[in-house]
């Protein structure tokens, strides 16, 4: 005769959820989503001035009308909302790099391989000018503005809504340039900053930070934050510390 053994159920701790169920009609209701957090979108007209669709330079009076500073939320720009640039690219020159007040970085492939705008966003120029030869500017929903110069063609006009990833150009060598290469700049309200706080040029990834943009005078001053102390149990204050320069600074 099989011998009797003292058994020890152990249950779970915490309570199972239950699916919701509808007390009138009996059918099981769905489980609700958490909330989808995305990255806030400006807004862009696809109308631009005479001289927005001209000059490389120009403001955007929409970006600073509350206040001297723009937080752009890199960190919440979804995976299909980004894209480097030229895909396959090596850095050639750095922001500032020998040249004095350099204002965008040299990617170079070959000629005539595509590239691809970084962001959404509607083509605010495209056309000839000065040095940058054959140049795009594209104004983003998220604040930035990305311009591309020394195509050797053009696949979009000024109005033109673009898709982050979408060809807009093909690399030459028109303007101020010795070899087929991509200039690339990262603007806001027109002035330029280091690109490579947006992206990272050795890895082609995009930086998951958020740009703290400060406007004083005619300069624009971009400092990148991993998070900012809101985020954590500490009582918040932004300020830029005295004795710590900020990152990124472009004056006339």
Same mark, same amino acid.
């Given at each position: ?11 779970? @701790?915490?309570? @199972? ?5 509808? =007390? ?6 769905? !489980?609700?989503? &958490? ?18 669709? +001209?000059?490389?330079?120009? +403001?955007?009076?929409?970006?600073? =009308? ?61 056309? +000839? ?17 990305? @311009? ?25 060598? !028109? ?27 050795? !890895?082609?990834? &995009? ?29 918040? !204050? ?7 320069? @900020? ?6």
């Amino acid at each position: 005769m099989p011998q009797q053994r003292e058994v020890t159920v152990s249950l779970p @701790l915490a309570e @199972l959820p239950l699916p919701a169920i509808d =007390k009138d009609s009996g059918i099981v209701l769905p !489980t609700p989503e &958490l909330a989808k957090v995305e990255a806030q979108r400006l807004e862009i007209s696809g109308f631009f001035t005479a001289a927005e669709k +001209s000059h490389v330079a120009t +403001s955007d009076p929409r970006l600073f =009308k509350d206040g001297n500073s723009l937080i752009i939320d890199l960190a919440l720009l979804q995976q299909d909302e980004h894209a480097f640039p030229l895909p396959g690219a090596k850095l050639i020159s750095p922001y500032a790099g020998k040249r004095k007040n350099y204002t965008g970085v040299d990617l170079k492939t070959f000629a005539n391989d595509t590239i691809v705008s970084a962001f959404d966003g509607v083509v605010r120029l495209a056309k +000839s000018y000065a040095a940058y030869g054959n140049v795009i500017v594209v104004r983003h929903y998220n604040g930035l503005e990305t @311009l591309y110069s020394h195509n050797s063609k053009h696949l979009v006009k000024p109005g033109d809504p673009v898709k982050a990833g979408q060809p807009i150009a093909l690399v030459g060598r !028109t303007g101020r340039a010795t070899t087929d290469h991509l200039h690339f700049e990262a603007r806001v309200n027109g002035r330029p900053f280091d690109p490579s706080l947006v992206f990272n040029f050795e !890895t082609h990834d &995009l930086h998951t930070k958020y740009l703290v943009c400060t406007q004083k005078g005619n300069g624009i001053t971009v400092q990148p934050v991993d998070m900012f102390r809101h985020m954590t149990a500490e009582a918040y !204050t932004y300020e830029t510390p005295a004795d710590k320069p @900020l990152v990124s600074t472009f004056i006339d």
